[in-house]
C-alpha cells in the first residue's frame, strides 16, 4: 500500500480564495483524521471520520473550514474564504478501527496563504 | 485526559542508546501510553504503545513504571535519521480517538 495521500503537496492561494485539500486514507482503515500544525499550536485535530461519517467537528476553527469524506478512499477539507492565518500544515491520517490508536499520516499539504 | 510533560530536548550520540523520558503522573487505569515521532517535513510517524507491561518492537522499547505514572521510550542504537520531535501521549483506546500532541522532545542525534 502507498500509505496516506495527500494532494497538493503544497498550496499557495491569495486571501480570499477558496482552497481544497485531498486525502486518500490507506485502504481499509475506518478512520479519518484530518489535523493542522503550526508553530504557535502545534498539531491539532480538527475533525475526524469513522465509516465516512463525521464523529467529532470540534476542533474545526470556524465555518469556513468544512470536510465531507464521500466514499471510503476520499475525503476533502475546504477552507472558504481562505485567510492568511490559515497558512500551516494539513494532515490528514487514517487508521484500522482496532483496539489501539495506531494513527497512519500522510506527507502534509503546506498551505500558504498571501 | 492524563496530560504528559517531556524534557524540550535531548543530544544523544550517534549508535549509543537514546532515552527519553516521559511523565503521566494522572493517567488512568484504562490509558494507554503512546509514542510518536515526527521527523522534520514529515506527517507524525507511531512508534509504539504500551498499558503496564514493557513493551519491543522493531523500532524501539517502552518501559513503563510499576506505578504506571512514567515511562521511558528507549531507542537501542540511536542513528542520524532518528533526529526527531518525540511526543509522548497518553489516551484511551477504541473510542478515544483524538489524540492530543503536546511539544514533544526534539532528539538530536550527534555523529
Known amino acids: 500500500d502507498a500509505g496516506v495521500i495527500q494532494s497538493p503537496r503544497h498550496e499557495v492561494t491569495e486571501m480570499g480564495q477558496e482552497v481544497t485539500l485531498r486525502c486518500k486514507p490507506i485502504s481499509g482503515h475506518d478512520y479519518l483524521f484530518w489535523y493542522r500544525q503550526t508553530m504557535m499550536r502545534g498539531l491539532e485535530l480538527l475533525i475526524y471520520?469513522?465509516?465516512?461519517?463525521?464523529?467529532?467537528d470540534s476542533g474545526m476553527p470556524e465555518d469556513r473550514f468544512s470536510a465531507k469524506m464521500p466514499n471510503a478512499s476520499f475525503s476533502t477539507l475546504k477552507i472558504q474564504p481562505s485567510e492568511p492565518r490559515d497558512s500551516a500544515v494539513y494532515f490528514c491520517a487514517s487508521r484500522f478501527d482496532s483496539s489501539y490508536n495506531e494513527q497512519f499520516f500522510g506527507p502534509g499539504t503546506r498551505l500558504t496563504v498571501l | 485526559d492524563a496530560k504528559t510533560t517531556q524534557p524540550p530536548s535531548m543530544d544523544c550520540a550517534e549508535g549509543r542508546a537514546a532515552n527519553l523520558p516521559c511523565n503521566h503522573s494522572?493517567?488512568?487505569?484504562?490509558?494507554?501510553v503512546y509514542w510518536y515521532r515526527q521527523i522534520h517535513s514529515q506527517g507524525p510517524q507511531y512508534i509504539i504503545h504500551?498499558?503496564?507491561n514493557n513493551e519491543t518492537n522493531e523500532m524501539a522499547s517502552l518501559i513503563i513504571t510499576e506505578d504506571r505514572k512514567s515511562s521511558t521510550l528507549i531507542l537501542p542504537h540511536a542513528t542520524l535519521r532518528d533526529t526527531a520531535v518525540y511526543y509522548c501521549i497518553v489516551r484511551g483506546s477504541t473510542g478515544a480517538n483524538n489524540l492530543f500532541f503536546g511539544t514533544g522532545t526534539r532528539l538530536t542525534v550527534i555523529p
Open positions: 504500551g498499558l503496564k
Open positions: 471520520f469513522n465509516n465516512n461519517v463525521p464523529i467529532d
Open positions: 494522572t493517567i488512568s487505569g484504562n490509558e494507554y
